[in-house]
């Protein structure tokens, strides 16, 4: 049997909901589609965390991402979120007018991007 997927959002931890609107409303372009909140019963049975939840959707035609607003601190490894986006200028310019550091690493003949968003998630931008 051949499964055919589509990707629906991409979920992330946030601690201010403030923080989250610049990051994916002004610097992504993204919508603010709704908002809504889980109770801690509900999120105890999908995460094994007793915490109320705001959440928060933004997204556009392609893209998805489901916002949890909390205060708990998250260890990264290695995750990250790749998005292409139309111009890595025009991006690193709304990254850098509000106090992010986005970054360029090389690799073999070409240079990779990437920024740490308020809540030091990391995204890979082409």
Do not use: Q
Not at 14 to 19: A, D, I, L, S, V
Not at 34 to 39: D, R, T
């Amino acid at each position: 049997m051949k499964l055919n997927s589509t990707m629906r959002h991409i979920a992330l931890n946030y601690n201010e909901k403030e923080k989250a609107d610049i990051f994916f409303t002004k610097i992504l372009g993204l919508k603010l589609i709704k908002s809504f909140s889980i109770s801690k019963k509900l999120t105890e049975k999908i995460f094994n965390i007793a915490e109320d939840a705001d959440v928060i959707v933004y997204g556009n035609e392609n893209t998805s991402f489901e916002i949890f607003i909390t205060k708990r601190i998250k260890n990264h490894i290695f995750e990250h979120v790749c998005i292409e986006v139309k111009s890595k200028e025009e991006f690193m310019e709304k990254c850098k007018k509000y106090g992010l550091s986005p970054y360029l690493v090389d690799k073999d003949d070409k240079k990779l991007l990437f920024v740490k968003d308020f809540s030091d998630n990391l995204f890979e931008i082409k």
